[in-house]
Structures are given as structure tokens and as C-alpha cells.
């Protein structure tokens, strides 16, 4: 009974986390996962905003928007640190795991560092997508973005920013967090504390195919550890031969599933969490590709309707 609980409380987590980190993703709209990211998001901090109100009077709601506007309005690391703490911790807890296993019957010691190399690899396409120029348009550098996309008078026309005070290329946007134009602007990064456009998509999508397969890597690697303890400690032949147990997948799989839930309970709920997150990776590094194979981005298509 403890380890269903355990199993169901890991799926009520991942629920959240993949509800908070990606429900607004064009796939779960009108679905459960975009309406509990609507409640996490905005229903409970309604909720939060009149309570704050109620009680402490419009001093107390003028310094929760000072707080919102910083937070959600301006550029800020907040999101960029969440970043940190998920892959430092996911990290963390495979190393404090699992790294006393390996080596192991299917996992060389070598496995130790391409992990954190792995990491790394992905710390540095982080940065690089955060910090470098996504294509700010200015007044020194207007022309040569206007000659790279000329307007085409059917989607695009000549206009002027009227923030910047600059003619608008086309295809460009003002970011109204980051207050630039940026030239073939898709969408303004929270993760990245930076907006994705014309010379940094190559970062971007590097990132995110990136840590799809550092997913993938962690799930299979986790598996051949777990693989290999079940091997060193000879749990099939344990369960056959001293309880009886009917060699076949069928009757075992109960009993091996149980036994890794109540031994390598943290190992399960990794692999879980990395397979959720991996599905989600590739499913926005396909759709992004698609945009890029189509010379399109994700702000166009609203801009055509």
C-alpha cells in the first residue's frame, strides 16, 4: 500500500510541475493540464491578490503589483534560476542515488563524468541562448535588417515603432518585457530571461534537443543501473527458486515492480520524471522544427490571422 502511495503522490507531482512548466503549450489547449496551469498561474493568485487586498487595504495590493510587475513585466532571473534548480537537483539526487552502483553489471565508471559532462554541455547552451543578442533592432543597425526582410505589402507593410521611434523591420516585434525590437522575433523566453529571435534560434533549439537527450541518456542509464542491481542481487532467481514464483513475465513483473518501488524508490520516480519531460521536449523541439523547415515562427501565424 505504501509504495501505490508513494507512486501516486510522484504522479500528482509531475502533474504540477509539467502543468506549471508547460500548459501553455499549443498542445494542451482545452485540456486538464492547461486548466490546471490557468489555476496555478492566475486562479490561485486571483485569489491570493483579494485576500492580500481584504486584509491589508490598497498598500497591501499596490505592493503586490510592484512585486507582479517586476516579476512578469520586466526581465528578471527568477525563471532563469528555476532552470538551475531543477537540473542541479534532478543531478543531484542521480548522483547521491545511483553513482555508489556505478560501475555495475551493465554501466562502466565512466558514466560518472559523461553525466556531468552532459550537464554541463546543457548549462552551456543555457547561457548561450540567455546572454546572447537574439537580433536587437536599433538605429545603427535598422538598415541592414530592412534590406535582410523587406516588407512583401500583404502581411507586412513599412510602419515605424512607436516605442523605438524606429523604422520596423519585417517580421520584427517590440518585446514588450525586454522594450526592443527584434528582428524575426518568435517568443519571449522566461527561461532564458531573453527574447528568442533571428541570431540566437540556433542556441535555442540546441537547448532544447539537448536536453532531450540528456533525458533520454539519465532514463536509460538509470535503468541499466536498477537492471544490474537486479542482476547482482539475483532477484529472479530468488523469486523463483525460493518462493516459487512461475518463470515467466507475466507472473514475475508484480513482484520485480514492487521490489524496485520498495528498494529504488528514488530511482523510479527520476525515471518517471525524466520520461514526462523528455515526451515534452520532443514534442516542442518537433514543433519548433517545423517552424524553422517552414521559415516561420510562432508569433507570425497570429499576426497572419
Known amino acids: 500500500m505504501a509504495e501505490w502511495l508513494l507512486v501516486c503522490h510522484g504522479l500528482a507531482t509531475l502533474l504540477v510541475l509539467v502543468s506549471f ?8 489547449q482545452g485540456t486538464f493540464i492547461h486548466r490546471i496551469h490557468f489555476f496555478i498561474t492566475f486562479g490561485a493568485y486571483d485569489y491570493f491578490r483579494r485576500f492580500i487586498h481584504f486584509v491589508c487595504g490598497s498598500r497591501g495590493s499596490n505592493a503586490l503589483l510592484s512585486v507582479e510587475y517586476y516579476c512578469c513585466d520586466r526581465p528578471n532571473p527568477i525563471i ?19 553513482f555508489n552502483y556505478i560501475p555495475g553489471y551493465y554501466l ?18 543555457f547561457l548561450l541562448t540567455s546572454f546572447s543578442d537574439p537580433g536587437v533592432v ?3 543597425n535598422v538598415s541592414q535588417y530592412l534590406s535582410a526582410y523587406p516588407y512583401d505589402n500583404v502581411i507586412f507593410s513599412e ?23 527584434v528582428a524575426r522575433f518568435d517568443h519571449h523566453c522566461a527561461w532564458m530571461n531573453n527574447c528568442i529571435g533571428e541570431r540566437n ?18 532514463l536509460i542509464a538509470l535503468a541499466l ?22 518463470n515467466s513475465f ?3 513483473a508484480p513482484f520485480v515492480v514492487q521490489w524496485l518501488l520498495n528498494a529504488y524508490n528514488t530511482q523510479i520516480l527520476i525515471m518517471v520524471f525524466l520520461a514526462v519531460i523528455s515526451l515534452l521536449l520532443a514534442g516542442f523541439f518537433t514543433y519548433h522544427a517545423k517552424l524553422c523547415l517552414t521559415n516561420t515562427t510562432t508569433n507570425e501565424p497570429k499576426e497572419i490571422k
Request: proline share 3%; aromatic share 14%.
Open 159 to 181: 510602419k515605424e515603432c512607436s516605442t523605438c521611434k524606429i523604422p520596423k523591420p519585417a517580421r520584427s516585434k517590440h518585446c514588450s518585457i525586454c522594450d526592443r525590437c
Open 250 to 252: 507475466r507472473k514475475l
Open 201 to 218: 534560434t540556433r542556441y535555442f533549439m540546441a537547448f532544447i534537443l539537448w536536453h532531450f537527450l540528456i533525458c533520454i541518456y539519465g
Open 80 to 98: 532563469q534560476l528555476l532552470y538551475l534548480i531543477i537540473i542541479g537537483g534532478t543531478y543531484y539526487f542521480i548522483a547521491t542515488s545511483s
Open 225 to 246: 543501473v536498477l537492471a544490474g542491481r537486479m542482476k547482482e542481487l539475483q532477484v529472479i532467481h530468488i523469486l523463483t527458486a525460493y518462493y516459487g514464483i512461475e
Open 108 to 125: 562502466s565508471g565512466v558514466h560518472r563524468y559523461t553525466s556531468f559532462l552532459a550537464v554541463g554541455v546543457g548549462i552551456l547552451f
Open 138 to 140: 536599433n538605429s545603427a
Open 21 to 28: 512548466l508547460c500548459g501553455q503549450w499549443p498542445i494542451f
